[in-house]
């Protein structure tokens, strides 16, 4: 069974940082490429940033880039996402997903875990 579990979401203030992890379990993790996607309400689920879990190759929202990190633990099967400079904007909910493909349209997902909420606000 495959499971992406995510954790580190909370309240910041603008300007502050989180370290959002995903623990990932139930996949051979060098086949997939893993990341992270966000969904405000109201708002279409976006694509934030991934990681080629056996190349190691990074892809960023032009949103975020410069502000945003994503690595990836391959003892603890772990996807990270370390967010700097946070803005009200970067409010949302976001998943950890999985894809076996080669893009990052949220309809090419395979698998989602089941999200955790991140505030920005003063």
């Known amino acids: 069974q495959v499971q992406l579990v995510e954790s580190g979401g909370g309240l910041v203030q603008p300007g502050g940082s989180l370290r959002l992890s995903c623990a990932a379990s139930?996949?051979?993790?060098?086949?997939?490429?893993i990341g992270w996607f966000r969904q405000s309400p109201g708002k279409e689920r976006e694509f934030v940033s991934g990681?080629?879990?056996?190349?190691?190759?990074?892809l960023y929202a032009d949103s975020v880039s410069g502000r945003f990190t994503t690595s990836r633990d391959n003892a603890k099967s772990t996807v990270y996402l370390q967010m700097n400079s946070l803005k009200p904007e970067d409010t949302a909910l976001y998943y950890c997903?999985?894809?076996?493909?080669?893009?990052?349209?949220?309809?090419?997902?395979?698998?989602w875990g089941q999200g955790t909420q991140v505030n920005v606000s003063s």
């Open positions: 997903a999985a894809t076996y493909g080669s893009n990052w349209n949220a309809q090419s997902i395979d698998y």
């Open positions: 139930g996949l051979s993790l060098a086949n997939y490429l």
């Open positions: 990681i080629s879990w056996s190349g190691g190759t990074t």
